[in-house]
């Protein structure tokens, strides 16, 4: 079941975002208007190079927006100078880790609560409770240069996790990964977002993954992005793989790749 919008967690409202250079102006997302709820999974597909990624770093607050309004959790966002208050809101994961190969598993988990100024307590408590929900016992005190992709990827998730965010943003986070391991990690996804039970915006270009994984897809034009579909994903959950092999799933797959041929 689709969860309601009465209360969104996420409002785009007339969003545009245009980069002007000396050589001209480029529009990338043009007059965005969506809601996404509170606790649901929400998957983003189009086209590469299409905006899809601008629109997460704009949702972040880490760029300005043309024309129109972010609201998260019922507050404007902009780009302003108390970045780190505003950022606690929001947890992003990018393609690659980014894990700082200095620090192990640990330490890069505990990054951002060392920054927020939290008592080595608290600290400690938080890592302890991700490692055990990413399933990364015994592997505390390894260094990212030990740590395959699939749990690199855990580690850079649940580093995103560490100071509770209302909105977890994902820009293609297994995009590295081989299929077997892909499909293996949006399981494990699936797992943490049903217990810890955020609200998730998550750009894919595998349409399979996207209807797994997902409340509703959102399918972007070419750029400057527009909404051409907005796919609610009536599959029961919990779900496993099998539902991959059910008429409904196949029928949701064909409808989405009719939008983005």
């Known amino acids: 079941m689709t969860p309601s919008t009465a209360d969104p967690a996420l409002e785009l409202i007339q969003l545009s975002v ?9 529009e990338v997302l043009s007059e965005l208007n969506f809601e996404i709820a509170k606790n649901s999974f929400v998957c983003l597909i189009g086209p590469s190079g299409g905006g899809k990624s601008t ?7 880490l760029i300005p927006v043309s024309q129109g309004k972010i609201i998260l959790s019922g507050e404007p966002v902009q780009v302003i100078k108390q970045k780190q208050k505003y950022r606690t809101r929001v947890g992003m ?43 990364l016992q015994g592997f505390e005190k390894s260094y990212p240069h030990e740590l395959s992709g699939g749990m690199a990827q855990r580690v850079a998730i649940a580093r995103a996790l560490a100071q509770d965010p209302d909105l977890l943003l994902l820009d293609e986070p297994f995009a590295q990964l081989d299929a077997l391991n892909r499909e293996r990690m949006g399981e494990e996804l699936m797992r943490v977002w049903e217990e810890k039970q955020k609200t998730v ?61």
Do not use: C
Request: charged share 20%; net charge negative.
């Open 18 to 26: 245009e980069f002007v250079e000396s050589d001209g102006s480029l």
């Open 55 to 61: 629109l997460l770093r704009a949702i972040s607050g």
């Open 201 to 261: 915006l998550m750009v894919t270009h595998a349409i399979d993954e996207a209807v797994f994984l997902s409340d509703r897809v959102l399918v972007f034009s070419k750029r400057p992005a527009q909404l051409m579909l907005d796919l609610p994903i009536s599959l029961e959950r919990p779900r496993n793989n099998n539902v991959r092999y059910s008429p409904k799933f196949v029928a949701l797959t064909q409808e989405l790749h009719a939008a983005l041929s």
């Open 93 to 135: 994961v990018f393609q690659k880790p980014n894990l700082m190969p200095w620090r192990t598993l640990w330490q890069n988990i505990s990054l951002p609560l060392e920054i927020a100024k939290l008592s080595p307590e608290e600290i400690a408590s938080r890592v302890y409770d991700l490692v055990e929900l990413m399933g």
